[in-house]
Protein backbone atom coordinates (compact mmCIF):
# COMPACT_ATOMS: atom_id res chain seq x y z
CA UNK A 1 0.00 0.00 0.00
CA UNK A 2 1.11 3.33 -1.03
CA UNK A 3 1.05 5.95 2.06
CA UNK A 4 1.79 9.66 1.56
CA UNK A 5 1.42 12.02 4.88
CA UNK A 6 1.49 15.59 5.53
CA UNK A 7 0.48 17.99 8.23
CA UNK A 8 3.64 17.19 10.49
CA UNK A 9 6.59 19.18 10.15
CA UNK A 10 8.65 15.92 9.58
CA UNK A 11 10.74 13.19 11.19
CA UNK A 12 13.14 13.00 12.59
CA UNK A 13 14.23 14.89 15.06
CA UNK A 14 11.93 17.42 14.85
CA UNK A 15 10.06 19.34 17.42
CA UNK A 16 6.35 18.42 18.25
CA UNK A 17 3.75 15.75 19.46
CA UNK A 18 2.55 15.26 15.90
CA UNK A 19 6.24 14.88 14.83
CA UNK A 20 6.90 12.54 17.63
CA UNK A 21 3.93 10.51 16.61
CA UNK A 22 4.74 10.26 13.40
CA UNK A 23 8.25 9.39 14.03
CA UNK A 24 7.22 6.30 15.89
CA UNK A 25 4.37 4.87 13.88
CA UNK A 26 5.51 5.23 10.17
CA UNK A 27 8.55 3.27 10.63
CA UNK A 28 6.37 0.46 11.92
CA UNK A 29 3.95 0.68 8.87
CA UNK A 30 7.29 0.47 6.51
CA UNK A 31 8.38 -2.92 8.30
CA UNK A 32 4.94 -4.62 7.78
CA UNK A 33 5.65 -3.72 3.98
CA UNK A 34 3.78 -0.65 3.41
CA UNK A 35 5.41 2.27 0.99
CA UNK A 36 5.36 5.05 3.57
CA UNK A 37 6.33 8.85 2.15
CA UNK A 38 6.46 11.60 5.20
CA UNK A 39 6.09 14.89 3.11
CA UNK A 40 8.51 17.35 5.19
CA UNK A 41 8.09 21.18 4.96
CA UNK A 42 11.48 22.67 4.17
CA UNK A 43 12.18 24.82 6.49
CA UNK A 44 12.57 22.18 8.82
CA UNK A 45 15.46 20.27 7.82
CA UNK A 46 18.90 21.05 8.76
CA UNK A 47 22.21 19.45 7.87
CA UNK A 48 21.68 17.20 10.61
CA UNK A 49 18.12 15.37 10.05
CA UNK A 50 18.60 15.87 5.94
CA UNK A 51 18.47 12.47 4.37
CA UNK A 52 15.92 10.36 1.93
CA UNK A 53 14.66 8.05 4.16
CA UNK A 54 14.56 6.98 8.11
CA UNK A 55 13.61 3.80 9.21
CA UNK A 56 12.29 2.77 6.02
CA UNK A 57 10.08 5.64 5.59
CA UNK A 58 11.10 7.94 2.10
CA UNK A 59 11.36 10.99 3.23
CA UNK A 60 10.19 14.15 0.79
CA UNK A 61 10.89 17.90 1.30
CA UNK A 62 8.61 20.15 -0.15
CA UNK A 63 8.55 24.05 0.45
CA UNK A 64 7.44 25.48 3.42
CA UNK A 65 7.68 29.19 4.31
CA UNK A 66 8.99 29.55 7.78
CA UNK A 67 6.01 31.71 9.17
CA UNK A 68 3.31 30.11 11.49
CA UNK A 69 0.45 31.29 9.94
CA UNK A 70 1.03 30.26 6.23
CA UNK A 71 3.49 27.60 6.52
CA UNK A 72 1.29 24.38 7.19
CA UNK A 73 -1.96 25.56 4.97
CA UNK A 74 0.48 26.07 1.96
CA UNK A 75 2.70 23.09 2.75
CA UNK A 76 -0.34 20.26 2.72
CA UNK A 77 -1.60 22.06 -0.69
CA UNK A 78 1.48 21.17 -2.20
CA UNK A 79 1.62 17.73 -0.49
CA UNK A 80 -1.68 16.87 -1.28
CA UNK A 81 -0.30 17.98 -5.35
CA UNK A 82 2.44 15.37 -4.74
CA UNK A 83 0.31 12.54 -3.12
CA UNK A 84 -1.88 12.86 -6.54
CA UNK A 85 1.37 12.85 -8.83
CA UNK A 86 2.50 9.60 -7.34
CA UNK A 87 -0.50 7.74 -7.30
CA UNK A 88 -1.02 7.38 -3.58
CA UNK A 89 -3.13 4.40 -2.03
CA UNK A 90 -3.75 6.69 1.36
CA UNK A 91 -3.33 9.98 1.78
CA UNK A 92 -2.97 10.61 5.70
CA UNK A 93 -3.34 14.42 6.98
CA UNK A 94 -2.46 15.19 10.31
CA UNK A 95 -4.00 18.02 12.51
CA UNK A 96 -6.92 20.06 11.94
CA UNK A 97 -4.87 22.76 10.69
CA UNK A 98 -3.78 20.73 7.26
CA UNK A 99 -7.39 18.79 7.33
CA UNK A 100 -8.54 22.19 5.84
CA UNK A 101 -7.40 21.01 2.42
CA UNK A 102 -9.32 17.65 3.05
CA UNK A 103 -12.22 18.33 0.23
CA UNK A 104 -8.89 19.65 -2.21
CA UNK A 105 -7.99 16.02 -1.51
CA UNK A 106 -10.74 13.89 -1.94
CA UNK A 107 -12.02 16.36 -5.33
CA UNK A 108 -8.36 14.70 -6.78
CA UNK A 109 -9.48 11.20 -6.16
CA UNK A 110 -7.35 10.65 -3.05
CA UNK A 111 -8.85 9.10 -0.16
CA UNK A 112 -8.07 10.04 3.01
CA UNK A 113 -7.43 9.26 6.36
CA UNK A 114 -7.23 12.54 9.01
CA UNK A 115 -5.54 12.08 12.53
CA UNK A 116 -7.57 14.67 15.34
CA UNK A 117 -4.40 15.55 17.41
CA UNK A 118 -6.60 18.16 19.17
CA UNK A 119 -8.88 21.26 19.10
CA UNK A 120 -5.83 23.43 17.68
CA UNK A 121 -8.23 26.35 17.66
CA UNK A 122 -7.89 26.65 21.42
CA UNK A 123 -3.79 27.50 21.82
CA UNK A 124 -3.49 31.00 23.02
CA UNK A 125 -0.70 31.65 19.94
CA UNK A 126 -3.64 32.32 17.57
CA UNK A 127 -6.10 35.25 17.18
CA UNK A 128 -9.34 35.32 16.11
CA UNK A 129 -8.99 34.95 11.98
CA UNK A 130 -6.47 31.95 12.63
CA UNK A 131 -8.80 30.16 15.04
CA UNK A 132 -11.66 30.24 13.07
CA UNK A 133 -9.84 28.94 9.98
CA UNK A 134 -8.70 26.00 12.65
CA UNK A 135 -12.32 25.48 13.15
CA UNK A 136 -13.18 24.92 9.72
CA UNK A 137 -10.42 22.73 9.00
CA UNK A 138 -11.67 20.56 11.80
CA UNK A 139 -15.12 20.86 10.10
CA UNK A 140 -13.79 20.17 6.56
CA UNK A 141 -12.48 17.02 7.56
CA UNK A 142 -14.93 15.84 9.99
CA UNK A 143 -17.37 16.56 7.31
CA UNK A 144 -15.09 15.04 4.30
CA UNK A 145 -11.87 12.48 5.61
CA UNK A 146 -12.63 8.76 4.23
CA UNK A 147 -11.94 7.72 7.98
CA UNK A 148 -10.84 9.99 10.83
CA UNK A 149 -8.85 8.32 13.76
CA UNK A 150 -8.98 10.24 17.46
CA UNK A 151 -6.42 10.39 20.09
CA UNK A 152 -8.64 10.74 23.19
CA UNK A 153 -12.18 10.11 24.19
CA UNK A 154 -12.19 14.10 24.55
CA UNK A 155 -11.41 14.41 20.83
CA UNK A 156 -13.71 11.73 19.77
CA UNK A 157 -16.82 13.56 22.03
CA UNK A 158 -16.00 16.60 20.32
CA UNK A 159 -16.62 15.29 16.50
CA UNK A 160 -20.02 13.40 17.91
CA UNK A 161 -21.16 16.27 19.02
CA UNK A 162 -20.25 18.83 16.80
CA UNK A 163 -20.55 17.10 13.73
CA UNK A 164 -22.31 13.91 14.57
CA UNK A 165 -19.26 11.86 13.29
CA UNK A 166 -20.13 8.59 14.85
CA UNK A 167 -17.26 6.28 13.32
CA UNK A 168 -14.18 7.72 14.68
CA UNK A 169 -11.46 5.12 15.33
CA UNK A 170 -9.90 6.01 18.79
CA UNK A 171 -6.48 5.25 18.91
CA UNK A 172 -4.00 6.45 21.60
CA UNK A 173 -0.66 8.05 20.88
CA UNK A 174 2.02 5.75 22.58
CA UNK A 175 5.07 5.25 24.50
CA UNK A 176 8.19 3.21 24.23
CA UNK A 177 9.56 1.54 27.52
CA UNK A 178 13.16 3.29 27.91
CA UNK A 179 16.06 1.50 29.64
CA UNK A 180 16.93 4.42 31.96
CA UNK A 181 20.41 6.21 31.75
CA UNK A 182 22.86 4.92 34.00
CA UNK A 183 25.26 7.96 33.12
CA UNK A 184 25.13 11.97 34.43
CA UNK A 185 27.86 13.57 32.49
CA UNK A 186 25.00 15.46 30.64
CA UNK A 187 22.72 16.64 33.28
CA UNK A 188 26.44 17.55 35.21
CA UNK A 189 26.97 19.74 32.76
CA UNK A 190 24.21 21.42 33.36
CA UNK A 191 24.71 22.06 36.68
CA UNK A 192 21.64 19.50 37.77
CA UNK A 193 21.85 16.49 40.71
CA UNK A 194 20.46 13.65 40.06
CA UNK A 195 16.69 13.51 41.62
CA UNK A 196 17.31 17.71 42.40
CA UNK A 197 15.71 18.83 40.32
CA UNK A 198 11.80 18.99 38.78
CA UNK A 199 11.43 18.68 34.67
CA UNK A 200 8.83 20.10 32.04
CA UNK A 201 9.43 19.51 28.65
CA UNK A 202 7.52 21.10 25.95
CA UNK A 203 7.42 23.99 23.25
CA UNK A 204 7.91 27.56 24.89
CA UNK A 205 4.37 28.36 23.79
CA UNK A 206 1.91 30.28 26.01
CA UNK A 207 -0.80 26.99 26.40
CA UNK A 208 2.01 25.28 27.95
CA UNK A 209 2.20 27.49 31.21
CA UNK A 210 5.44 27.25 31.66
CA UNK A 211 5.58 30.71 32.91
CA UNK A 212 2.72 29.89 35.67
CA UNK A 213 5.35 26.94 36.09
CA UNK A 214 8.58 29.16 36.83
CA UNK A 215 6.53 31.67 38.91
CA UNK A 216 4.83 28.94 41.07
CA UNK A 217 8.33 27.04 41.51
CA UNK A 218 10.07 30.73 42.32
CA UNK A 219 7.53 31.13 45.62
CA UNK A 220 7.47 27.93 47.29
CA UNK A 221 10.54 26.41 49.07
CA UNK A 222 12.47 23.95 47.30
CA UNK A 223 15.06 22.79 48.79
CA UNK A 224 18.24 22.39 46.33
CA UNK A 225 15.79 21.41 43.93
CA UNK A 226 16.21 23.58 40.43
CA UNK A 227 13.49 23.84 37.68
CA UNK A 228 14.37 22.33 34.17
CA UNK A 229 12.75 23.16 31.16
CA UNK A 230 13.55 21.61 27.99
CA UNK A 231 11.98 22.82 24.61
CA UNK A 232 12.20 25.72 23.04
CA UNK A 233 9.74 27.61 19.98
CA UNK A 234 9.44 26.98 16.85
CA UNK A 235 8.96 30.77 15.92
CA UNK A 236 10.19 33.23 18.66
CA UNK A 237 7.58 35.30 19.50
CA UNK A 238 7.34 37.71 22.45
CA UNK A 239 5.90 35.00 24.98
CA UNK A 240 9.23 32.68 24.48
CA UNK A 241 11.35 35.72 24.80
CA UNK A 242 9.38 36.51 27.98
CA UNK A 243 9.61 32.53 28.94
CA UNK A 244 13.32 32.86 28.80
CA UNK A 245 13.84 36.24 30.12
CA UNK A 246 11.67 35.17 33.25
CA UNK A 247 13.16 31.95 33.69
CA UNK A 248 17.00 33.49 33.59
CA UNK A 249 15.96 36.04 36.02
CA UNK A 250 14.88 32.89 38.79
CA UNK A 251 17.74 30.41 38.31
CA UNK A 252 15.76 28.27 35.87
CA UNK A 253 17.52 25.52 33.59
CA UNK A 254 16.32 26.25 29.73
CA UNK A 255 18.19 23.34 27.97
CA UNK A 256 16.50 24.16 24.51
CA UNK A 257 15.05 21.42 21.94
CA UNK A 258 16.93 17.85 23.45
CA UNK A 259 16.07 14.37 22.08
CA UNK A 260 17.74 10.91 22.11
CA UNK A 261 20.49 10.47 25.15
CA UNK A 262 20.17 13.99 26.59
CA UNK A 263 16.65 13.49 27.13
CA UNK A 264 16.98 10.61 28.00
CA UNK A 265 19.18 11.57 31.20
CA UNK A 266 16.89 14.11 32.08
CA UNK A 267 14.17 11.77 32.17
CA UNK A 268 16.04 9.01 34.44
CA UNK A 269 17.13 11.13 37.00
CA UNK A 270 14.55 13.84 38.05
CA UNK A 271 12.52 14.11 40.94
CA UNK A 272 9.09 15.30 39.42
CA UNK A 273 7.81 15.82 36.03
CA UNK A 274 5.23 18.50 35.81
CA UNK A 275 2.99 19.23 32.93
CA UNK A 276 0.67 23.06 33.40
CA UNK A 277 -0.75 22.78 29.90
CA UNK A 278 -4.24 24.50 29.54
CA UNK A 279 -4.57 22.56 26.12
CA UNK A 280 -3.32 19.15 24.97
CA UNK A 281 -4.38 15.86 22.72
CA UNK A 282 -3.26 13.21 24.37
CA UNK A 283 0.73 14.13 25.35
CA UNK A 284 3.00 12.17 24.57
CA UNK A 285 5.77 13.94 26.81
CA UNK A 286 3.39 12.72 29.81
CA UNK A 287 3.35 9.12 28.99
CA UNK A 288 6.70 9.30 28.47
CA UNK A 289 7.32 10.88 32.11
CA UNK A 290 5.09 8.04 32.89
CA UNK A 291 7.44 5.51 31.37
CA UNK A 292 10.14 6.44 33.44
CA UNK A 293 8.26 5.72 36.66
CA UNK A 294 8.58 9.05 37.41
CA UNK A 295 5.72 10.73 39.86
CA UNK A 296 3.96 13.85 37.98
CA UNK A 297 1.95 16.69 38.49
CA UNK A 298 -0.21 17.80 35.49
CA UNK A 299 -3.00 20.16 35.10
CA UNK A 300 -6.69 18.63 35.49
CA UNK A 301 -7.08 19.28 31.65
CA UNK A 302 -9.35 16.53 30.80
CA UNK A 303 -6.72 15.20 28.03
CA UNK A 304 -4.67 14.69 30.90
CA UNK A 305 -6.69 12.84 32.94
CA UNK A 306 -5.17 9.76 32.57
CA UNK A 307 -6.87 6.33 34.20
CA UNK A 308 -3.44 5.15 35.66
CA UNK A 309 -2.90 8.63 37.76
CA UNK A 310 -3.79 8.99 40.96
CA UNK A 311 -5.47 11.89 42.23
CA UNK A 312 -3.11 13.69 43.68
CA UNK A 313 -1.41 13.78 40.41
CA UNK A 314 -3.73 17.44 39.68
CA UNK A 315 -3.78 20.38 39.96
CA UNK A 316 -6.06 23.00 38.80
CA UNK A 317 -5.59 24.14 35.81
CA UNK A 318 -4.29 27.95 35.43
CA UNK A 319 -4.58 28.31 38.99
CA UNK A 320 -1.11 29.41 41.02
CA UNK A 321 -2.30 28.91 44.55
CA UNK A 322 -2.75 25.02 43.34
CA UNK A 323 0.06 24.84 41.70
CA UNK A 324 2.23 26.00 44.40
CA UNK A 325 0.48 24.11 47.38
CA UNK A 326 0.88 20.56 44.66
CA UNK A 327 4.27 21.38 43.93
CA UNK A 328 5.10 22.03 47.65
CA UNK A 329 3.32 18.72 48.56
CA UNK A 330 5.06 17.15 45.90
CA UNK A 331 8.44 17.99 47.11
CA UNK A 332 8.04 17.29 50.83
CA UNK A 333 6.99 13.71 50.04
CA UNK A 334 9.68 11.01 50.23
CA UNK A 335 11.47 10.62 46.76
CA UNK A 336 10.46 7.52 44.82
CA UNK A 337 9.62 6.12 41.63
CA UNK A 338 6.05 4.94 40.13
CA UNK A 339 4.37 2.32 38.52
CA UNK A 340 1.58 3.10 35.91
CA UNK A 341 -0.14 0.67 33.63
CA UNK A 342 0.52 2.42 30.29
CA UNK A 343 -0.46 -1.15 28.06
CA UNK A 344 -3.09 1.08 26.28
CA UNK A 345 0.00 2.67 24.79
CA UNK A 346 2.23 0.20 23.18
CA UNK A 347 3.26 1.72 19.73
CA UNK A 348 3.54 -1.90 17.97
CA UNK A 349 0.14 -2.44 18.70
CA UNK A 350 -1.20 1.27 17.24
CA UNK A 351 0.37 0.95 14.43
CA UNK A 352 -1.70 -2.55 13.79
CA UNK A 353 -4.80 -0.42 14.51
CA UNK A 354 -3.58 2.16 11.82
CA UNK A 355 -2.96 -0.07 9.64
CA UNK A 356 -6.75 -1.66 9.90
CA UNK A 357 -8.09 2.12 9.31
CA UNK A 358 -5.70 1.69 5.79
CA UNK A 359 -7.16 -1.79 5.02
CA UNK A 360 -10.86 -0.57 5.74
CA UNK A 361 -10.42 1.80 2.69
Known amino acids: MKIVVTGTRGIPDIQGGVETHCEELYPRLAAM??????VRRSC???????????KGVRLKDI??????????????????LYARRVKADVLHIHAVGPALLTPFARLLGL????????P??????????????????ERMGALFANEIIVISTVIDDILRRKYHRENAHLIYNGVNMPVPAETTGYIRSLG???????????RLVEEKGFDLLVKAFDSIPHEGCKLVIAGDADHEDRYSTTLKQLARERGVVLTGFVRGARLNELF????????????EGLPI???EALSYCLPVLVSDIPANRLSCLPADAFFATGDIRSLQECLARKLAQADSRCRYDLSPYNWDYIATQVEAVYRGL
Open 33 to 38: GHDVTV
Open 44 to 54: YVTPQNRAESY
Open 63 to 80: YAPRKKSVEAIVHTFLAI
Open 111 to 118: KVVMTHHG
Open 120 to 137: DYDRQKWNKVAKAVLRMG
Open 192 to 202: LEPHKYVLAVG
Open 268 to 279: SHARLFVLPSFH
Open 285 to 287: VLL
